[in-house]
Every structure is written in C-alpha cells, then in structure tokens.
C-alpha cells in the first residue's frame, strides 16, 4: 500500500502517519522530519533546508524531490509507505507519479486531513515534538506524562521555531497556496478522499482507516 497524507499544518498529519503506518506496518516517510534531522545533525542538506523551513517556506521542488526519490528506493519503502508532507506541490506531484508510474507501483490513496485555520494555529502554539522520534505532544490536549519527556522514547520534547503563531501563519497561506491545489489533482485521479480532522486521535483514525479501504473497494 502507497499512501499519501497532506493537510494543514496542525492537522495532525504527523501523529496520524505514526499511527497508520504502525496499525500497516508501513515504511514511514517523513519529509519535515528528515529535513529536521539533517538540521540537527548539521548536513550540507540541513543547512539548505534551514533557510526555507525557518521563514516557513518551502524547500525547492528539486531539492525534495531528490531526497524523496532516494528514499523511495531504501529497501523498507518496496513493501508498501506512508508519506507525510511530500508532494505538497504540483511539480513535486508530478514527479512522485512519474517514478512511481515507471516502478510500476502506484499510489493507493491520497488523504487530506482538515481542520479550520483556527484549529491549527492554536494545537501548534501549544504543540511539543521530541526531538529523538519527532512525536508531538500538546501542552494543553495531549500532555506528555513526564514534562518535557516523549512518553514512547524518553526523548527531550521542544518547541518548534517554525510553530511560533506568526510562522504558523505563513505556512498555513502557503499551504494553501501551493498545497491546496493538490486535491483535485489526486481527485481526478480517483485516488482522493478527506478526511475530518478534529475529534480523538482514535476517531481520526478510523476515520483514515475507513476512507482507505473506500478507495481500495472504489479501484
Ligand atoms: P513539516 O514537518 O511537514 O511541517 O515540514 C516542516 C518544513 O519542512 C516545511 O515548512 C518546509 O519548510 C519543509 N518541507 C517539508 N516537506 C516539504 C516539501 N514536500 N516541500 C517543500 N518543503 C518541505
């Protein structure tokens, strides 16, 4: 199975991928998270990213899409993924159905996780990832049991520079610039469903569960 989640920031996109990817055993495909890791680590590649991901712009499409393809080609990835922010342009849309056209293993399922621009920028004043796993936590609806300390890995949880509201506000106008238009692209595909983001992490779930296997009965 080959699945892609977008949606705006503070959707929960991010805490669902986990979920669905673990319930799938899916390889999971994180590009905000690579991106973070290579920061952390101080990468040639981190360094570029930083740039963009600080001001809440996107990364160039060539730059993702390079990083993405490789990815795609790690031995987890040939039994099926879950991508989490990628494509979340056109060109970068194009470029993921092209490879994957010519590797004969097309996408199963587009899902776009939605939440009222108010929704978001409020989880993502209170959101806390970990900085080992980047598992998010809110200091308000989901409070680690030990503070400042992921409840799965015992990583140390942070804020995010780019969660600060002014930044929150600038990736969510460009979300809906550049990302939005994604939908009907996979919806004229028949690959498209959204699903309704607010409610427990459960409900979320089954909700996501439920439009995949619509898809799949739908192909
Ligand atoms: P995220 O963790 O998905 O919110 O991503 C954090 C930041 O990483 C974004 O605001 C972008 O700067 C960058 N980024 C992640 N995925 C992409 C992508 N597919 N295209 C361009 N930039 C991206």
Redesign the pocket.
Known sequence: MRIVLFGP?GAGK?TQAHRLADRMDLALI????I??ANVANDTDLGRE?NS??DK????P?DV?VRMVLDRLDEEDAHHGFIL??????LP?AQALENELAERNRPLSAVLKFSVPDEVAVKRLAGRRTCRRCQRSYNVEFKPPRTDRVCDVCGGELYQRD?DHEDTVRH?LEVYHHDTEPLEFYFWERGLFRQVEAEGTEDEVTDRALEAISDLLEDG
């Open positions: 920031p991010g994180a590009t905000g998270d991106f973070r990213a963009y991901m809440g712009e996107l990364v499409d993702v989490d922010g990628f494509p979340r342009t970068q780019d990736r």
